[in-house]
Each structure stands twice: as structure tokens, then as C-alpha cells.
């Protein structure tokens, strides 16, 4: 049983453009959430992370919205650059637990 | 200075052989995991460890077992390597967070 899902396998931007990567969980436990930027041949790097009492979290570029009500978080990127190109994995966890539980990621690529 | 290294980068053996992978971190963390990313992309947890004690032990079969000589280090030892353990297996650490950070990646193919 999938408990974070990423129901998009791929995704095609435009360089400058927003690019809105998606995560739906079902575990109403999990709590904190983070977003892994990963490039070829190169481990999961921490990207940003949010917190179940807020539903925005900004960090320059990058922005996540949570929903605590439909289960779903988004990842903002304004404005897409070619380095944005990656696979971007959604992954959550709940209080007391220090399991990670990951989404299947999403393929971002930014087109120049 | 590499933050979570693992050792080998790739690995290449025959099924029934007995193989290790090494992890390290210089983060000073107190928490170390194995994950296992499978053919279809999926990440995993496998094993995590506090101060060298065993906290998260997913259904993993026995063949798995990992070693943690000191808080530094968590090694993983596979025993009687079947074809369906070909993956990339990642090593990560984290602190009193919930941030972990991950190692390279150890590229396993069993034939």
C-alpha cells in the first residue's frame, strides 16, 4: 500500500515558467513533509520541508503548500532554471517515527 | 568533504555470493539508515540505527543484516545474493530532525 503518492511521472517546463510538482498521502499520521531534489547517479538532496501547523513553507525559489484537509502537498518553482532538472521525490513522516516514507518522484525537465 | 559516503560506487557479482556495502558519515549524526531503490524507482527504508542500536527493521529477509561498529558507520552485509536484489541501495544520517541526508548510492547487479 502506496501511502505518498506522486501521480505524475514527468514533467515538461519552460525555462523562466512555474513548475508545480504534486504529492497526495493517505497516512492522516504523517506530520512533516519534505521535497528531495535527485540527479543521475547521485543520493536524494534535501530541498525544503514543511511542518503539518503550516501550509506554506518558502525558501527563495521554492515554495510548498500543504492541504492538510485533501492530503496533498505542492511543490512551487519560480522561476524554473535548466539546473531545476531532476527527478524530485516527496517523502513523509509522523511524530516519533524517523521513517521516511517516499513518493515514486516526478522527472522535471526544464526546456531552455 | 563528503558528508555520507558509501563504498563501493558499483558492484557487479553472481548470484549465492556474499557482499558488503560501507557507509560513513562525518555529520556527527546519531541516526543512520539503508534504503533500497527497486527497478521501479521506488525508495524504501530498510534498516535504521540510533548510537549503533537497531530502531526501524522493515520486512527485510535475513539474508539482509546490517552492522554498526560505531555511530559513524552502518555497514551492510547481504548474504546469498539473489537476482532480485539488484538495486541502488543509499545510505543516509540524520539528527534530532526529521531532515536526512543522503549518501551517493551503491549501484548493486547480481547475475
Known amino acids: 500500500d502506496q501511502q505518498v503518492k506522486q501521480n505524475s511521472p514527468s514533467l515538461s517546463v519552460q525555462e523562466g515558467r512555474i513548475s508545480i510538482l504534486n504529492c497526495d498521502y493517505t497516512?492522516?499520521?504523517?506530520?512533516?513533509f519534505l521535497w528531495y531534489k535527485k540527479y543521475p547517479a547521485e543520493g536524494p538532496t534535501f530541498l525544503i520541508s514543511?511542518?503539518?501547523?503550516?501550509d506554506k513553507n518558502e525558501d527563495g525559489r521554492f515554495t510548498v503548500f500543504l492541504n492538510k484537509s485533501a492530503k496533498h502537498l505542492s511543490l512551487h518553482i519560480v522561476p524554473s532554471q535548466p539546473g531545476d532538472s531532476a527527478v524530485y521525490f516527496c517523502?513523509?513522516?509522523?511524530?516519533?517515527?524517523?521513517?521516511?516514507?517516499f513518493g515514486t518522484g516526478t522527472r522535471l525537465t526544464i526546456i531552455p | 568533504d563528503t558528508a555520507v559516503s558509501q563504498t563501493p560506487k558499483y558492484l557487479v557479482t553472481q548470484m549465492g555470493n556474499d557482499k558488503s556495502i560501507k557507509c560513513e558519515q562525518n555529520?556527527?549524526?546519531?541516526?543512520m539508515y539503508w534504503y533500497k531503490q527497486d527497478s521501479k524507482k521506488f525508495l524504501k527504508i530498510m534498516f535504521s540505527?540510533?548510537?549503533?542500536?537497531?530502531?526501524i527493521n522493515e520486512t527485510v529477509p535475513n539474508r539482509f543484516s546490517p552492522k554498526s561498529p560505531d555511530k559513524a558507520h552502518l555497514n551492510l552485509h547481504i548474504n546469498s545474493l539473489e537476482l532480485g536484489d539488484s538495486a541502488v541501495y543509499f545510505c543516509?544520517?540524520?539528527?534530532?530532525?526529521?531532515?536526512?541526508?543522503f549518501g551517493p548510492g551503491t549501484r548493486l547487479t547480481v547475475t
Open positions: 555529520l556527527g549524526h546519531d541516526t
Open positions: 540505527y540510533n548510537n549503533k542500536e537497531l530502531i
Open positions: 543516509a544520517s540524520s539528527s534530532k530532525g526529521r531532515r536526512q541526508y
Open positions: 497516512n492522516s499520521m504523517f506530520d512533516y
Open positions: 517523502a513523509a513522516s509522523d511524530f516519533g517515527n524517523e521513517k521516511l516514507t
Open positions: 514543511i511542518s503539518s501547523i503550516k
